[in-house]
């Protein structure tokens, strides 16, 4: 079957440090230890969707394809490079050389085609659905045929999930991914040391790891990772000031004034891989679009920015995070903030008295709404100047998401948080507009990214323009860290590799 090239050779992922070759480069040595807010579920990648779990298993295990340090581009990692059909249905992989597992098992097709056979029965990647057969014609050589044209499944390679594991771990059954073991081994920087389940967890330095930095020294600088579970946000602000630990993740707005008020500490934020929206029930009102239109008028986005997140945060114009293929420069506002503009929108679509709703929001916090309830609040405050009057209304998460889903919720707060760098993440369920539904389609099945590009583009124009949903803001979720932290690259989806972080003085 005739093939089209997808990717060129990459003999070495060069990952990105301030050093210069005539400079004497960052300093080697010394332990990193990172607060977050939780204790990872298992050393298993393939099981992995919790942040804490995610953070972790990057620094043990690599997938296939990786993201650029600090963006979505997909580039190698243990593939040096990929081939795709002109069918969109065949993709070929050559695997990098040189390269074994922490328990020197070496790298090779086989080890691929078991993770990825062993995982074909999980519902969470729908494996079965998509991959039709995997094929190793030689050592370095795997070949994914699929059911059907999936571009996003690259995408979905480039992530923590889809780590490679050693067999001889993957054999021992089940328990091998749980605190009594010592057989998590991957191809990463570091490897497993230990875990305290519910305290911590430790990584060494992978003293054979195959990647090098620009000026061709080896990587990782660090010794060793230590992650401490410290669940009161408080408590890891309070560390990370004692020096007790040098990053802390997981922080929300409310820290982040005290954070950037200490000069030993600094505050990074991620790019952006989220967003957060409003959501239309079916039923009168809202199946007018005049009325969709007027409460996306009436939201003053800068306004909750400041109030519920601190500043770090960005209006949103689309559903698409700005970076990811398909985002639509040309958009620089999905609606502008204009309570006349609003008002006679409502009254064109003949409310011109209003009407009373409800306004649905979970309680939970998450990375795109860290205070959901004040947002909430906010927006229903925005709404009464326009003369809707909104009751503020809490539901759990996987009850609103089943009831928005069947258009039985009036009004609700959403959010989108990507597993994956594709726009087919943010707008492959936003509307049951037939055309939509159809460049959706066709997307997902093309292969060429600028014809992609082009088909989201005409989605996200029909979305604005149908007020589907309304775009609210994309967070910038911050990290804080101690000052003599250097070569950490805010990532976003898939986590920040610590193998360029180095200690200084």
Known sequence: ?????????????????????????????????VAQASDIVSLDPWTASDPATLAVVRQIYEPLVDLEPGGFRIIPKLAER?????????????????????????????????????????????????????????????????????????????????GIVSPTCLRQGPAWGTPATRCAAGTGPFRFESWV??????????ESYWGRDAAGRALPYLDAITFRAIRDEATRVAELRGAGVQLALDIGPASTAAVRADP????????????????????KPFDVPEVRR?????????????????????????????GVLGYDDTITEFAKYDTAAAKKALADAGYPNGFATELYYSPAATSALPDPRRIADAI??????????????????????????????????????????????????????????????????????SKRSEL?????????????????????????????????????????SFATVSLGR
């Not at 030993?264 to 039923?283: M, Q």
């Not at 989108?416 to 460049?439: G, M, T, Y």
């Not at 149908?466 to 070569?487: E, I, Y």
Request: aromatic residues 8%; contains cysteine.
């Open 294 to 322: 007027a409460i996306a008028l009436a939201v003053d986005r800068a306004a909750i920015i400041q109030t519920a997140y601190a500043g770090d945060a960005r209006a949103a114009t689309q559903l698409l995070p700005p």
């Open 1 to 33: 079957m005739p093939l089209a090239l997808a990717s060129l050779i990459a003999a070495c992922v060069a990952m990105p440090t301030s050093a210069t070759p005539s400079s004497p480069g960052p300093l080697s040595g010394g332990t990193l230890t």
């Open 380 to 449: 229903a405050a925005d709404l009464v100047k326009i003369g809707i009057t909104v009751d503020v209304r809490t539901e759990a998460a996987a009850t609103l998401g089943a009831r928005s889903r069947s258009g039985d919720v009036p009004l609700w707060l959403g959010d989108r948080i990507a597993e994956r760098a594709d726009a087919d993440e943010f707008l492959s369920a936003v509307s049951s507009n037939a055309v939509v539904q159809e460049l959706v389609r066709r997307a997902r099945a093309e292969n060429d990214t």
């Open 197 to 206: 389940a519910g305290d911590r967890i430790t990584l060494a330095r992978n």
């Open 82 to 162: 990929w081939l795709v059909s002109l069918d969109g249905r065949v993709w070929t992989f050559q695997l990098r050389q040189g390269v074994h597992f922490h328990d020197g098992t070496a790298l090779d097709a086989a080890a691929v085609a078991f993770n990825f056979e062993r995982a074909q029965g999980f519902a969470r990647f729908d494996l079965g659905s998509l991959i039709a057969s995997i094929a190793t014609p030689d050592s370095r050589t795997v070949v994914f045929t699929l059911r059907a044209a999936y571009a996003p499944f690259l995408a979905s390679l480039a992530t923590p999930s889809f």
């Open 264 to 283: 030993n500490l600094a505050i990074r934020g991620r790019p952006s891989y989220d967003v957060s929206f409003l959501g239309f029930g079916t039923a």
């Open 456 to 496: 989201y583009k005409q989605v996200t124009k029909l979305v604005q323009q149908d007020v589907a949903r309304v775009p609210l803001f994309h967070a910038a979720p911050p990290l804080a860290l101690v000052l003599k932290v250097n070569g950490l690259v805010p990532q976003p989806i898939t986590r920040e």
